[in-house]
């Protein structure tokens, strides 16, 4: 059983915290108020909830997956189900055909309700930590730079969506949130969430005994990846019109406080028994069996599973693209091939057995079988039948391969039989943390930063131990009898920064495939147009059902501001251009 700080204290969250309609309207309700909790010991409980606050999502309102807005989105992957009309909301996402503000409580609407109140939960315990006296609270600076960074965390993830959105304290009053506009600069904006995080890295200590809690390792990690989204400079239509030095320099800076190592084997980040393990700067913590009725498991991918396997639940959800599969390949050397990768495809037949062979002669990054379940290969790490039955992916396991090819998701799915997993009839739930930051994104980080600085020589090495951990990570069964299909190099040092750059997207992409960050990364870079045209542009002649999808700039980079929240303020809010 997993034991840390979000399973805590359960019977005082339930009666300290509660959740409202609106976030402009929540305060949490119940048989205490802060004029009278202001204790150590309720406070202690406060912050539990607060951090509680930042995982309760769900399939329909994710806050901490991003298969929906950074995975499905980008050219990672297909929305998958049961056709376009099953969540097609979903499908409005893919199709970038979000012209109408609102689809009543799904997905963006119930993401922006569920960020807000957890960021009220933790204004509600800052507001009463703040009055107990220092000498009563020896953890109180700590627990309000813990306070802080939750705070800042939500706010982060929801300018990623949106952009454009109000900045909510502990100290407002209902009626000055009430007048708080969405209307600061992108600058000022990342700048008052760096704030929260600043005050956590200067307060909290390096580590923390108790597993889940923000330390300064954490907030050092975030600094890095917020100063690199800012040093990105946006004009009015998300357009990139700078990249600020300044900020780079920043990314290295905190980049170099981060201590922390790779795993020793890609795999056991998407593996029961690794939660917290070295590479895990920052996650989302979740857990069974841990003494309450009904355990603190995610279902935020809930409709992801393999889907008619008589093992899994439903539904077949978050599907590899093609291109995605095909990013993969390597050369002879080992290396990815940046500008040919999709000029043919790989796994696309599938034979008399149901399997999808690969051509002679081709050869694969070891990720791929991290990352996407093939017909024919083991899936999660299973080549054999035991109690969960026959774990080899099957082109079966397709819902709809008609509309969305065959190809799985793995990373988020456990094996049926793994103590983490918690089928709801019939949608599945685990005790896996999701991971915000891993050690990975700290060393591609900086090296990002570094190349943009022209320090391209000097990066290579941070990509190449990205790589290099990837090569190493082939123990797991993954390949069911075939032993000579991958060839994973390292890059020889940089000589230009237009290669450095383009091998560290790329290196992004394989890295964190279908985990999320990839349509944030594409809006980071100005690139999300021109790359994401160019990839409808192939993909549709092998899925009809992108056949009228076009991503327009200006537009498309952020979701419009939920209707129901400008009608609430009376139009104070400022909708996002194109909605």
Not at 51 to 78: C, F, K
Not at 140 to 161: D, G, N
Not at 248 to 272: H, K, P, R, S, W
Not at 313 to 337: E, R, W
Request: proline content about 4%; aromatic content about 12%.
């Amino acid at each position: 059983m997993k034991k840390y700080i979000i399973t805590s204290y359960i019977l005082s969250i339930l009666l300290l915290v509660s959740c409202s309609e609106d976030f402009l309207e929540y305060e949490p309700q119940g048989v205490l108020s802060s004029d009278n909790v202001a204790t150590a010991e309720n406070a202690e409980s406060l912050v539990v909830a607060a951090y509680a606050g930042i995982a309760n999502d769900e399939m329909v309102g994710p806050l901490t997956h991003q298969w929906v807005y950074g995975s499905v989105r980008s050219d990672d992957a297909y929305k998958g189900g049961g056709g376009r009309g099953d969540v097609d909301i979903v499908d409005h996402y893919e199709q970038y055909n979000l012209t109408k503000a609102d689809d009543g409580d799904w997905m963006t609407p119930r993401t922006w309700t569920n960020h807000y109140k957890a960021i009220s939960r933790a204004n509600f315990a800052l507001s009463v930590i703040n009055e107990i006296p220092d000498a009563e609270y020896s953890n109180k600076v700590i627990r309000q730079a813990e306070l802080r960074f939750l705070r800042a965390h939500s706010h982060f993830m929801l300018k990623l969506l949106f952009k454009k959105v109000p900045y909510i304290t502990e100290d407002l009053t209902q009626e000055q949130i009430l007048e708080t506009s969405n209307d600061l600069s992108n600058d000022e904006l990342w700048n008052v969430i760096a704030d929260d995080f600043l005050f956590a890295y200067n307060n909290l200590p390096q580590s923390q005994d108790q597993v889940g809690r923000a330390d300064r390792n954490a907030a050092a990690a975030y600094l890095a990846k917020l100063r690199l989204y800012q040093a990105y400079e946006q004009n009015d239509n998300h357009q990139v019109t700078n990249i600020n030095k300044t900020r780079l320099q920043e990314v290295i800076n905190y980049a170099n406080e981060v201590t922390a190592a790779l795993e020793a084997d890609y795999g056991n980040n998407f593996l029961d028994g690794f939660d917290n393990g070295p590479e895990s700067i920052w996650a989302a913590q979740f857990s069974i069996n841990d003494g309450t009725e009904v355990s603190r498991v995610s279902y935020v991918t809930g409709l992801n599973s393999p889907h008619g396997t008589g093992i899994y639940g439903c539904c077949g959800f978050h599907l590899a693209s093609q291109n995605m599969v095909n990013a993969f390949k390597t050369d002879a050397n080992g290396l990815p091939l940046l500008d040919t990768f999709n000029n043919s495809d790989i796994f696309n037949s599938i034979d008399s057995e149901g399997n999808a062979p690969l051509a002679a002669g081709i050869t694969l990054d070891p990720r791929i079988d991290h990352t996407v379940g093939i017909p024919g290969r083991p899936f999660k790490y299973r080549n054999t039948v035991n109690e969960s039955g026959d774990m080899i992916y099957k082109f079966s396991w397709a819902r709809d391969p008609g509309v969305y090819g065959y190809f799985g998701n793995m990373k988020e799915q456990q094996a049926p039989d793994c103590a983490c997993y918690v089928k709801e009839g019939p949608f599945v739930g685990t005790s896996k943390n999701v991971d915000f930051i891993r050690y990975a994104d700290v060393l591609l980080f900086k090296a990002e930063a570094m190349i943009q600085l022209d320090q391209y020589g000097p990066a290579t090495d941070l990509i190449n131990e990205v790589r290099l951990r990837a090569a190493a990570s082939t123990s797991l069964p993954m390949n069911a009898g075939a032993t000579d299909i991958y060839n994973i190099g390292t890059y020889p040092t940089f000589t230009s920064k237009e290669f450095a750059l383009k091998a560290l997207k790329f290196e992004r992409r394989l890295e964190f495939g279908m985990e999320g960050p990839r349509f944030f990364d594409l809006v980071r870079w100005g690139e999300a147009e021109s790359v994401l045209n160019g990839y409808l542009a192939v993909e549709k002649t092998k899925r009809d059902f992108l056949s009228n999808a076009k991503f327009t700039a200006g537009r498309d980079e952020y979701y419009p501001i939920p209707q129901r929240e400008i009608d609430f303020t009376a139009g104070l809010y400022v909708q996002n251009p194109g909605y």
